[in-house]
C-alpha cells in the first residue's frame, strides 16, 4: 500500500464516518455541517488520486468556513433545542481524534518525503485537517452551551479559522 492509498482510504473512513453521522442527527444545522466535513474529505481523496497519477495539482480552495459560518447565523436566528447526551459528544470526540490523526499522518508523510510537491500537497491537506479540529472543539462546545456560544462570540470563534 502507497502512502497515497492509506491517504486515500483514510480520507474515505473519516467521510463514511461524518455521512453516518450526518444521518444520525436530527438538527439540520448540525447535519449539514458533518455533510460539508464528509465533502472535504472526497475532495481531499480526489485531490490524493490525482497527485498518486502524477497529476499537478494544487488543493482547491475550500468554502467550508463560510458554509459553517451561515449555519452558526441561522442558528442565531433560530436557535435549535438540544438534548445533548453522552453519545452525542462521543460523536464530536471520536470525530476529532479522526481528524488529529490524519492530520499527524500527513505531517508525518510529509516530513518523511523527498519530494516537494508531496511536502506540499501533504502540509495542505494536514493544515486542512487542523482547521476541521478546530471547528469540531467549536461544534462541541457549541453543543454544550449553545446561548452562551452565540451570544458571547458573536461568532468570532470561527473568524480564525
Known amino acids: 500500500m502507497t502512502i497515497f492509498d492509506a491517504a486515500i482510504a483514510m480520507e474515505h473512513e473519516?467521510?463514511?464516518?461524518?455521512?453516518?453521522?450526518?444521518?444520525?442527527?436530527n438538527l439540520p444545522g448540525i447535519k449539514n455541517?458533518?455533510?460539508f466535513l464528509a465533502n472535504e474529505e472526497v475532495r481531499h481523496a480526489d485531490l490524493l488520486k490525482l497527485v498518486s497519477k502524477g497529476s499537478k495539482v494544487k488543493l482547491p480552495d475550500s468554502h467550508l468556513l463560510?458554509?459553517?459560518?451561515?449555519?452558526?447565523?441561522?442558528?442565531?436566528?433560530?436557535?435549535?433545542v438540544f438534548n445533548v447526551n453522552r453519545a452525542d459528544?462521543?460523536?464530536?470526540?471520536?470525530?476529532?481524534d479522526l481528524?488529529?490523526?490524519?492530520e499527524a499522518y500527513y505531517r508525518t508523510e510529509?516530513?518523511?518525503?523527498?519530494?516537494?510537491?508531496?511536502?506540499?500537497?501533504?502540509?495542505?491537506i494536514a493544515d486542512e485537517e487542523n482547521r476541521?479540529?478546530?471547528?469540531?472543539?467549536h461544534l462541541k462546545n457549541y453543543?454544550?452551551?449553545p446561548h452562551q456560544w452565540v451570544e458571547d462570540a458573536e461568532f468570532n470563534h470561527l473568524d480564525m479559522y
Open 14 to 25: 473519516v467521510e463514511a464516518y461524518y455521512r453516518q453521522m450526518s444521518e444520525r442527527i
Open 33 to 35: 455541517i458533518f455533510i
Open 66 to 80: 463560510s458554509d459553517v459560518q451561515a449555519v452558526f447565523k441561522e442558528f442565531k436566528t433560530n436557535p435549535p
Open 89 to 96: 459528544f462521543e460523536v464530536y470526540e471520536h470525530a476529532l
Open 99 to 102: 481528524e488529529r490523526r490524519s
Open 110 to 124: 510529509a516530513a518523511k518525503s523527498s519530494s516537494k510537491e508531496i511536502q506540499a500537497i501533504f502540509n495542505q
Open 132 to 137: 476541521h479540529v478546530f471547528l469540531l472543539e
Open 143 to 145: 453543543a454544550s452551551r
